[in-house]
């Protein structure tokens, strides 16, 4: 039986480590995770902020997808899009999604992020 996704894998080019530390850590605030010494030599980088994990895996050939990507719930939606941007990262706001607020965001190798937050009802 399925009880939890224990985390979600990205792919990313060679060679990018650096740039995904970068925005990993300093754009979203997560933290960078080691990996096991046998897939570290693999390269790419994973990272967490509570219960949400990212791992980035090297891929030859890397192309980024279009419409795939992690759904990652935010709380205080509007300060969060607002760092993306200082950070220097455009944010997309979509409306489509009843109940929810949310917008789409790209890392620098072109992964297509949501950040989402439930609407509270009043």
Known sequence: MLAAVDHVQLAAPPGS????RRFYTGTLGMTEIPKPPV???K???????????LHLGIE????ASAKAHPGLRVT??????ARLEAHGTPVTW????PGH????ARD?????LEFLEPVSEV
């Not at 030859?60 to 192309?63: C, Y």
């Not at 205080?76 to 899009?81: H, L, P």
């Not at 979509?94 to 999604?97: F, I, M, Q, V």
């Open 17 to 20: 480590e650096d740039l995904l």
């Open 39 to 41: 897939l570290a030599a």
């Open 43 to 53: 390269g790419g980088c994973w990272f967490r902020a509570g219960a949400v994990h």
């Open 60 to 63: 030859t050939g890397f192309r």
């Open 76 to 81: 205080g939606i509007d300060a969060y899009a």
């Open 94 to 97: 979509d409306a489509d999604l």
């Open 101 to 104: 607020r949310r917008f789409y």
């Open 108 to 112: 620098p190798v072109g992964n297509r």
